[in-house]
């Protein structure tokens, strides 16, 4: 009798095991039940699938930007021309601050993006971007202010940035204003247009990424390559009306309107180039096609890209813990498009994206609030302009 017949006939036959042998079994099943439990998403994992607008703020004329307060009340400008302070939650809308420098509202033009100094708590002072009348025409700039303890007045107003090239054109101003954590500004422009072929130049403010300080002086640690203005933090960019940081590295994240197609997001690092007009996943609205084709040696890839247009404007990270599932989602507001682009990441892969409020507005700007909700501005002529907060 060989060893192996004897061990086969004292083991149980196939499919009965011993207690022990069972216990163990029920032992690993219940830990695989109890794995599979784990990893299944928690009710705050769960994306809200039917998020609402609940109006704030209503009667608003082109709003464009929208900035908090470390009060938690909030300062919102409307392109044509108007800095208001609202009273939050209330949404209590003040006259309009006066102080403003003079504006070429015109198109695309106007009153633009708003930031709010790092110590505006001891200092008081905010940052308008703006179309300013020129010589040759009109450019973007950054005024920067002291808003009076009663919120009514700009003071000590000075423009601390201008763009050095001037055009006849309503067209592509940018332009989003966002601190970075060294306390330096990012200011986004566009190509005015007209202004397509200077992109490329890089002493020219047409197309790029400005980094500046609170004085507007080239900030420390830009690029300054050769044949670099010194305020050029990037290059290549076509119309930049969307920035913020990445709440965890800290990094610049833009969002950038394309022609026909080519609407792109990226995250401008120093020094490199965006592509903008050599390449493009765009064409131009005529069909043309535009540049050499979507890749180039030397020219950095979108992170993202739409196509067809959705007309990007303002986005934010979402960080806080009101909505479920969102948390670390990016949100872009769009224009033509008239939804709200809700992206998961994967770092700095877009792995899916979902599209909310569609049909309802042109949605300019996204900001999460310090009461950890999500803001929105809409595109619309006075009075019908909005502020909305995304209810569950
Ligand atoms: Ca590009």
Same mark, same amino acid.
């Given at each position: 009798m060989s060893t192996t017949s004897t061990a086969s006939k004292n083991s149980p036959s196939p499919g009965s095991h011993s207690p022990a042998k069972r216990g163990i079994i029920l032992l690993i099943a219940l830990a695989a039940a109890l794995a599979a439990w784990l990893m299944l998403p928690r009710a705050a994992d769960v994306p809200l699938t039917n998020p609402s607008l609940v109006p704030?703020?209503?009667? #608003?004329?082109?709003p464009w930007g929208l900035a908090f307060l470390p009060d938690g009340n909030a300062l919102v400008t409307e392109r044509p021309g108007n800095l208001r302070h609202i009273t939050m939650p209330d949404g209590k809308l003040s006259e309009p601050i006066t102080g403003l420098p003079d504006l070429d509202v015109e198109g695309q033009g106007g009153l633009l993006g708003i930031a709010i100094d790092p110590d505006f708590t001891s200092n008081r002072l905010i940052y308008l971007s703006f179309a300013e009348p020129r010589d040759g025409g009109n450019s973007t700039s950054v005024f920067r202010a002291k808003l009076s303890a009663d919120n009514g007045i700009l003071e000590e107003?000075?423009?601390? /940035? +201008?763009? %050095?090239v001037a055009a006849?054109?309503?067209?592509? /101003?940018?332009s989003r204003l966002v601190f970075d954590r060294d306390g330096h500004l990012f200011v986004t422009t566009g =190509? +005015? %247009? $007209? #202004? +397509? =072929? #200077? $992109?490329? =130049?890089?002493? @020219?403010?047409?197309?790029k990424v400005i980094r500046i300080t609170r004085d507007g002086a080239p900030a420390p640690g830009n690029p300054a390559l050769p044949g670099w203005a010194p305020e050029i933090w990037s290059m290549g960019h076509r119309n930049i009306q969307g920035a913020t940081l990445h709440?965890? @590295?800290g990094a610049l994240w833009t969002a950038e309107h394309g022609a026909r197609g080519g609407d792109e997001i990226n995250t401008p690092e120093a020094g490199k180039n965006y592509g903008w007009p050599v390449i493009t996943y765009g064409r131009d609205y005529s069909g043309e096609k535009i540049g050499e084709g979507t890749a180039k040696e030397g020219m950095e890839q979108p992170l993202h890209y739409w196509d067809p247009s959705i007309a990007p404007s303002g986005m934010a990270f979402y960080t806080g813990d $009101?909505?479920?599932?969102?948390?670390g989602n990016l949100f872009v507001g769009a224009l033509a498009g008239q939804l709200v682009a809700r992206l998961t990441l994967d770092g700095n892969k877009v792995v899916s994206e979902q599209r909310l409020f569609e049909g309802r507005a042109r949605f300019r700007d996204v900001v999460q609030g310090p009461d950890g909700k999500l803001y929105l501005l809409t595109d619309e002529p006075g009075p019908n302009g909005t502020l909305f907060v995304i209810s569950k």
């Open positions: 704030v703020v209503s009667g #608003l004329d082109h107003g000075k423009i601390i /940035f +201008r763009q %050095n006849e054109s309503g067209h592509h /101003f940018g =190509d +005015r %247009n $007209v #202004l +397509r =072929d #200077l $992109v490329q =130049d890089p002493s @020219t403010h047409i197309g709440p965890e @590295t $009101v909505y479920p599932g969102w948390k």
